[in-house]
């Protein structure tokens, strides 16, 4: 979990810039999720890497697709339970013309809250990381993260 005020940027870069430890947890994520490797051990020891380092970047590498925009991008997002947060992630959507396909906020546990959101970027108009990084600047959001993209 990232500590909180940690400065998170995103980067696109292209593929001959990533470092080669990078797009092997990348190919052994795709394994697991396709069922081609059983276990993380397996999906390592085919792609070359260590379990170590796969779970030291698994959270931090995902493929991303230029046409972003018309996809529908689920975050799951860890934040402080008080009144008003919510609403302000929400506007923050609204800001950048997400739609809002589904959300769902746990039980507040020790004051943290967890939201599942699934968006709908606009394919005109949405700006997926610019609206991360304004969520994710809130005073009481802890940490933002990418659960998915689909079409």
Do not use: W
């Not at 170590?52 to 860890?78: C, M, N």
């Amino acid at each position: 979990m990232p500590v909180r005020g940690e400065n998170k940027k995103y980067y696109v870069l292209k593929e001959r810039a990533v470092p080669e430890v990078l797009l092997k947890v990348v190919e052994a994520k795709k394994l697991l999720d396709s069922g081609k490797a059983a276990t993380v051990q397996e999906a390592a020891d085919h792609t070359g890497i260590s379990r170590s380092s796969f779970y030291k970047y698994k959270d931090d590498i995902f493929p991303f697709h230029e046409e972003t925009r018309g996809k529908t991008v689920t975050f799951l997002i860890q934040m402080d339970d008080e009144p008003g947060l919510l609403s302000g992630v929400l506007q923050s959507v609204a800001r950048f013309h997400g739609n809002i396909l589904t959300i769902h906020q746990s039980i507040p546990i020790s004051g943290i809250a967890t939201l599942t959101i699934s968006v709908e970027i606009p394919p005109a108009c949405g700006d997926s990381e610019a609206m991360m990084e304004e969520i994710e600047k809130q005073s009481g959001v802890h940490s933002l993260n990418i659960l998915g993209r689909e079409k």
